[in-house]
């Protein structure tokens, strides 16, 4: 059957957007794209909503979409549907509106319309003074709900139905949610009916489109769509070398490959770590440790040209390459594969493999580290940080949110150390290249390898250096950098008022010299007000101990469960002379009690 539909709303892939039908002639004649930040069931919340966009230099603005009863904030109303989607994809991903989307349609009041609290609450069965919405059919309703749930679906911002439905503060506003809720798995139906298009720019994608039954007007631009009726997935090629790349169509579908039909991925994967590198003599498979890791550079390679001296493998590779396409529904691969579209092809594909597989388009591997209070199970605000074998600190991550890190090494063996004050030390080891296999390693909604630091508090005996407090030089004052570790131990006394401390103080080294200390208006993180004097590397390391102490008592501690050891320099952990002295320079706290 020939399909007739008229693309007067190809979509950017991953953007909102949402299609209010009106039914009157007057709405009907004024149709425009809307950049929409927020909706309101009460024009005072818009107005307000405005207010806070325009002191950000937003140009909002607000009006009614009838059909839906809501007042609708925009900062954009334009015809040219690219500059609207991009305008949309940039509030996403740089300001605090993530969930921006693009309305097309008629906004305006044609009806008595709800402007205050009471008269929302007039609105209920019986209030007698609410307005007639506008007619909008059933079908159209689950159009626009489908195109704006699919586009959120694959959005890495995008709005949890779940805690949306659960916090709306009006009926309205929870129907609205619970109707994408509904329709959203069936909008990202990604099977084995999907139909991909790819064409390489906009006069190819006119004549494909044309030929498939689609009613395209002369000239429109072909930014790539989602026919959600039809499962038709269509992929302009050319979006790669603009701000809407196509990897961004290919990812979704990748990962869909992966999930539903992990032996056709895992085959594919194969077959790339038999291939011959075109220039290392080897195969992919003994160059990188896993198959998914030798498909997604054996792609990147050839966006690279290096098959192009090795004519035999570069036959293999474009094979496979079809293969691939193929087995995410695209009918005529060698659109995709042919000389002029296969840099382009090899680059998109190689970034979809690696978000399918838990990389950046870089080839980072993404990491969450949870790490948590076993005894109460709440989060705990730290780093983990990647060590090596003797333990040495290379770099750290934050916990508790996506990150992504690099390949420390070709062996991909890894060592995670999380040091929080006032828990013990945790270590963990996994490889980087096959993190899944190590015990408690899970799988995240972005593919991410989810490690899980669960913290058990320091105990009787227990030893912690302090490594993030820092003082200024010759001084017992703590530079401001350190309030966030001092607090950790506060926290810590606070939780269990069992515990008792004893507090160490070291320096580098015994030699005598100025000492600076607090004044009298006890600032513990800054060097006004202060007093300056002599005395020993020991007194110095007192001091230090002195105004942690202090501090604490000063937050509501009891003075009487603090001890205090001046060590000097008696106790170090290098030379006086070793390009590691200053750590040397450091407070430790023993647990006493608990």
């Not at 079809?322 to 579209?341: C, F, H, R, W, Y």
């Amino acid at each position: 059957m020939v399909l007739k539909m008229n693309l007067t709303w190809p979509l950017f892939f991953c953007a909102l957007i949402t299609q209010g039908q009106q039914s009157t002639d007057q709405f009907q004649s004024d149709k425009s794209n809307h950049v929409v930040i927020g909706a309101f069931s009460s024009l005072e919340n818009a107005t307000r909503f405005v207010e806070g966009a325009k002191s950000m230099r937003y140009e909002a603005q607000s009006e009614m979409n009838p059909a839906r009863e809501l007042y609708y904030v925009y900062v954009l109303k334009t015809d040219n549907r690219v500059q609207a989607f991009a305008e949309a994809r940039k509030l996403r991903k740089e300001s605090k509106y993530w969930d921006t989307w693009v309305f097309y349609g008629s906004l305006g009041q044609p009806l008595q319309v709800k402007t205050t609290a009471a008269a929302e609450s007039s609105a209920e069965p019986g209030g007698g003074n609410s307005p007639e919405p506008l007619a909008i059919s059933k079908e159209d309703e689950i159009q626009a709900a489908e195109v704006k749930a699919f586009s959120m679906g694959e959005e890495p911002t995008g709005i949890d139905l779940d805690k949306m439905i659960a916090t709306s503060k009006t009926q309205s506003e929870k129907d609205q949610y619970e109707v994408l809720q509904e329709v959203k798995a069936t909008a990202t139906r990604f099977d084995e009916t999907t139909k991909v298009i790819i064409f390489k720019d906009d006069e190819e994608g006119r004549k494909t489109l044309l030929a498939l039954g689609y009613e395209i007007e002369k000239d429109q631009p072909i930014t790539g769509f989602f026919d959600s009726k039809n499962n038709i997935l269509a992929i302009n090629a050319s979006e790669a070398k603009s701000d809407e790349v196509f990897h961004e169509g290919l990812m979704p579908v990748v990962k869909f490959l992966r999930k539903k039909n992990p032996e056709m991925f895992e085959t594919l994967a194969k077959e790339a770590s038999a291939i011959k590198h075109p220039t290392r003599g080897v195969t992919y498979g003994e160059l990188y440790a896993s198959d998914e890791e030798s498909l997604a550079y054996l792609m990147a390679d050839v966006e690279r040209g290096y098959f192009e001296n090795s004519p035999n493998a570069k036959v293999e590779a474009i094979a496979l390459m079809s293969k691939m396409l193929k087995a995410l529904g695209v009918a005529n691969p060698e659109i995709a594969t042919n000389p002029d579209q296969l840099k382009v092809t090899a680059h998109n594909l190689a970034i979809a493999v690696r978000e399918a597989t838990g990389f950046d388009a870089d080839g980072n591997r993404k990491f969450r580290f949870n790490i948590f209070n076993t005894r109460n199970l709440k989060s705990v605000k730290g780093e983990v940080d990647l060590v090596n074998e003797a333990g040495r600190k290379l770099v750290s991550y934050p916990g508790n949110e996506l990150v992504k890190v690099q390949k420390a090494d070709a062996s991909g063996n890894i060592i995670l150390a999380c040091e929080v004050l006032g828990y013990r030390k945790l270590l963990v080891k996994l490889n980087y290249d096959n993190p899944f296999l190590a015990s408690g390693i899970e799988r995240g909604d972005d593919e991410e390898a989810i490690v899980s630091f669960g913290l058990v508090r320091l105990e009787k005996g227990d030893i912690a250096v302090m490594y993030n407090v820092y003082f200024f030089k010759d001084a017992a004052i703590m530079r401001p950098e350190s309030k966030y570790e001092i607090n950790n131990l506060l926290e810590m006394m606070n939780e269990n008022p069992a515990y008792k401390i004893l507090i160490h103080g070291h320096t580098n080294g015994n030699s005598a010299g100025t000492i600076i200390t607090m004044g009298e208006t006890k600032n513990y993180f800054s060097l006004s007000d202060t007093k300056e004097g002599r005395g020993s590397a020991k007194k110095l390391s007192e001091e230090r101990a002195v105004v942690i102490k202090e501090y604490l008592v000063n937050q509501g501690i009891a003075a009487d469960r603090m001890e205090i050891k001046a060590w000097g320099g008696n106790r170090p952990l290098y030379d006086k002379n070793h390009s590691l002295a200053q750590s040397n320079v450091r407070v430790e706290i023993e647990i006493l009690e608990n």
